[in-house]
């Protein structure tokens, strides 16, 4: 990636929710997303009761509490017809029958998955009638109450198109709207994140092994760049991967890098209830006496707007360490934003780029019409590989010699920690790949952007 020690940055993205968020980019845990908001209207009482001589018939209650809106932008049902009035009842005779049933709730459209519950039934009907003239009639009988209100918006799982493995160098997860492609052959790099119809949203750098999104074994300071060979990570990087697939998942076996002790082993994994692809990474132990931290890095287009939760601490050791400027950032919306072109003071400037730790627990990148987002667990500061960082940001200046495309990397780290000799040890990021609402624009300090992600990771 960067000239002499440096390599790239990454990505991770599904299904929208309600966006009545609080404002702010943190998303308060970090949980998989679950189902919808729970509200609509209940159905309301009875028809029109008869008519006789004298008493007023009792009056239909309105139905039930609401039941609202669906896990994805799914309604749910409005309740029956309002209860009626009851018949007058006759001088000296029995009064008027009171509203009969109310109408059946009018069922909820089907929402994308993970909606919300049913509303709940309509309360009884109205009161007795009032009896008629001297010797008043009978009390008109109490109007039902109205039905149950229509079903939350929990519309049927997205399907995933089959074969998962397309060719010997195309394995691909497709269902919903979300297209993501991997190649055995190329280290089981990710090479094709789409949405239905479109085109590649992930970026290349200067050569074919600089493209799309790969795993590496952190700190960068324990292999040599580039990761092209054994001496460095590069059977762990770019050497072909054994494929298996299962009915919703692929699982890629690496071989061992011998100069960082480990192997790695890729499952992607299609959740097809929120509409996401859960990417597990395991690093296997093939040597005595070593440590490492699992690092997921996502080339894309330098384009768009690049965003996270503020208030990570920012450190330019790593810049030092690989000649590089810091990358410029903004704050708003409770959240860091870097923009993208970066902005270079010449066309031979330095390359920028962005280390900080404790930035919650996902990140995102978006460009016209569309977002990318990773969820993952937070790495706690200390617990940060030596002179990395939990997320960076990092942008070429394709006036650079051997840099001619401009690209970004986008990136996070998990935990560092020792991997034993056998030992085997998982970290997952999950992957959310939207378009994005209509009125909502790819731009820094958008607060209807940082709310849509906000309900996707929460």
Request: glycine share 20%; aromatic share 6%; hydrophobic share 35%.
């Amino acid at each position: 990636m960067r000239a002499q020690a440096w390599r790239w940055l990454l990505l991770a993205g599904l299904v929208g929710g309600s966006m009545s968020l609080a404002s702010g980019c943190s998303s308060g845990d970090d949980d998989a997303p679950g189902g919808g908001n729970k509200t609509s209207t209940g159905a309301t009482g009875g028809t029109t009761g008869g008519t006789s001589a004298a008493g007023q018939g009792g009056t239909g209650a309105t139905g039930g509490t609401t039941a609202g809106t669906g896990g994805t932008s799914a309604t749910g049902g409005t309740g029956g017809s309002t209860g009626g009035t009851g018949g007058t009842g006759g001088t000296s005779a029995t009064g008027g029958t009171g509203g009969s049933t109310g109408g059946s709730a009018g069922a909820a459209t089907g929402g994308a998955p993970a909606g919300g519950g049913g509303g709940s039934a309509g309360a009884a009907a109205g009161s007795p009638a009032t009896g008629g003239a001297p010797a008043g009639g009978m009390a008109g009988s109490l109007g039902s109450g109205g039905a149950a209100a229509g079903n939350g918006g929990g519309g049927m799982p997205a399907t995933l198109v089959t074969p998962i493995m397309r060719s010997s160098t195309s394995y691909v997860l497709e269902f919903g709207d979300t297209y993501f492609e991997v190649n055995p052959t190329m280290g089981a790099r990710v090479t094709n994140v789409h949405l239905k119809g479109g085109s590649n949203l992930l970026g290349a750098g200067k050569d074919a092994d600089n493209m799309g999104s790969t795993f590496w074994p952190s700190p960068q300071s324990a292999w040599t760049w580039p990761p092209t060979a054994d001496s460095s990570i590069g059977n762990i990087n770019s050497k072909p991967y054994t494929a298996t697939t299962d009915d919703t998942s692929m699982t890629l076996v690496g071989m061992a890098a011998s100069v960082v002790g480990l192997s790695v082993t890729k499952k992607f994994a299609a959740d097809l209830t929120q509409e996401a692809v859960i990417a597990t990474y395991t690093m296997i132990g093939t040597a005595a006496g070593k440590s490492a931290a699992p690092w997921e890095v996502t080339r894309f287009p330098q384009s768009g707007v690049t965003f996270f939760p503020s208030g990570g601490t920012a450190t330019t050791a790593k810049n030092t360490a690989n000649n590089m400027d810091p990358a410029p950032t903004t704050t708003s919306a409770g959240c860091q934003w870097v923009s993208s072109p970066g902005v270079f003071a010449s066309a031979s400037a330095k390359d920028q780029l962005l280390v900080l730790n404790g930035v919650n627990n996902w990140l995102a990148h978006a460009d016209a019409g569309w977002v990318v987002v990773k969820k993952f667990t937070n790495t706690p500061a200390g617990m940060i590989a030596p002179g990395e960082g939990e997320i960076d940001i990092y942008m070429n200046n394709p006036g650079n010699s051997g840099n001619p495309l401009p690209y970004m990397e986008v990136e996070e780290q998990g935990p560092y920690g020792a991997v034993g000799q056998g030992q085997m040890v998982d970290w997952t990021v999950i992957w959310f790949v939207r378009k994005l609402p209509d009125g909502v624009t790819a731009s820094a300090g958008n607060q209807q952007l940082v709310d849509f992600v906000k309900s996707l990771v929460q």
